[in-house]
């Protein structure tokens, strides 16, 4: 189960250096056996790990003076100082509320307005005039690998400037946010991703941002998080939707597909249809209000969120079958063709 952060504070193991440090020394008389070649081998693995150590200081001075913490009527969150115009780019969640909204970067605070967001990728973009904010530099997503490092700075809890890190566990598709929107594609990383640490920034040994951290997992048998799993949104997605907000005030190119429909659950039972948009590519097949749609391609589609997750792997264009009950109790199967999600988030 996927959910956006609670608020809660639970206490957290440091994590080891990587390489660790081995000591190989003889103390006192004993045997004399150790020579100098051995003893510089044994130092190499504290070079190594010393020098991994700089490496991620070095990304903490880097990249903190760009992560900032955004406060709205609903709590904290955090933000990416996305270019020298004053635009930070942050999740939608975290500026959900009408505003006003202030953004404190070190030392100083400012007023922040809304630009625009786009709730279906969780990104919005709030900005600040005037301010000597400084841009983070953004990697290329899609040259990520499995196991590279992965080093977090938000502000959980308010606690600002906090730095965590792990690695990139996986790539997910269609992952819900627990709320009827589900992500295309997020990066899952074993750096501990706390409440506060939305919008904030997931980097790589070179402080560059690849992601922006948006939710945890929890464990439903223990009611809390899962440790060690959390999810980003990539920087090529961030990058693309955040440009298209800041030169229009909306994304008018989402890259996802659109059924065009209004939706509810029934408890488990499939997806209730409470309205179709006319014209759109639901309506042209024949879908009408009262429906429910049991599956997308085969896949059933219990709930809301299992529909938007399974529409969420789809690109725009592709032919898909819904299997689906009428309001008359009549099983049928529907061929459509996927629009282009509008873009006004």
Do not use: C
Not at 120 to 145: N, Q
Not at 235 to 258: C, E, F, M, P
């Amino acid at each position: 189960m996927l959910r956006r952060h609670a608020w809660w504070l639970a206490p957290l193991a440091g994590a080891a250096v990587a390489g660790g440090i081995v000591a190989a020394v003889s103390l006192g008389g004993g045997s004399s056996s150790t020579t100098p070649t051995t003893t510089q081998s044994h130092l190499r693995p504290a070079a190594a790990a010393l020098a991994f150590q700089g490496a991620i200081t070095a990304v903490v001075h880097r990249l903190s003076p760009s992560v900032v913490q955004i406060q709205s009527s609903q709590g904290l969150g955090s933000g990416v100082v996305f270019d020298s115009n004053g635009d930070v780019v942050t999740n939608s969640h975290v500026v959900a509320a009408s505003g006003p909204f202030t953004v404190t970067a070190g030392a100083h605070t400012y007023k922040a307005t809304l630009v625009g967001r786009f709730a279906p990728d969780d990104i919005a973009v709030v900005r600040v005039t005037g301010a000597p904010l400084a841009p983070a530099a953004f990697a290329d997503s899609s040259a990520l690998e499995v196991g590279d490092f992965a080093i977090a700075i938000g502000n959980p809890l308010g606690l600002r400037s906090s730095v965590t890190d792990g690695i990139v566990s996986a790539f997910r598709q269609g992952v819900s946010e627990g709320n009827g929107v589900a992500l295309p594609l997020v990066i899952q990383t074993s750096a501990p991703i706390n409440p506060g640490n939305s919008g904030g920034a997931l980097a790589d040994l070179e402080g560059r941002v690849i992601g922006i951290p948006t939710l945890a997992a929890t464990d439903p048998e223990l009611g809390g998080s899962a440790p060690g799993i959390g999810f980003a949104i990539p920087s090529n997605l961030v990058k693309d939707l955040a440009t298209q907000i800041i030169r229009n005030g909306h994304v008018v190119n989402s890259h996802r597909a659109y059924l065009g429909v209004e939706i509810g659950d029934t408890n488990g039972l499939g997806v209730y249809v409470q309205s179709v948009t006319a014209g759109g590519p639901a309506a042209k097949a024949g879908l009408v209000a009262g429906d429910v749609i049991k599956s997308v391609n085969g896949h059933g589609t219990p709930t809301v969120d299992d529909l938007t997750s399974a529409a969420s792997e789809l690109k725009p264009g592709t032919r898909v079958s819904l299997a689906i009950v009428t309001q008359h109790g009549k099983h049928e199967t529907l061929h459509l063709t996927l629009g282009t999600f509008p873009g006004s988030g």
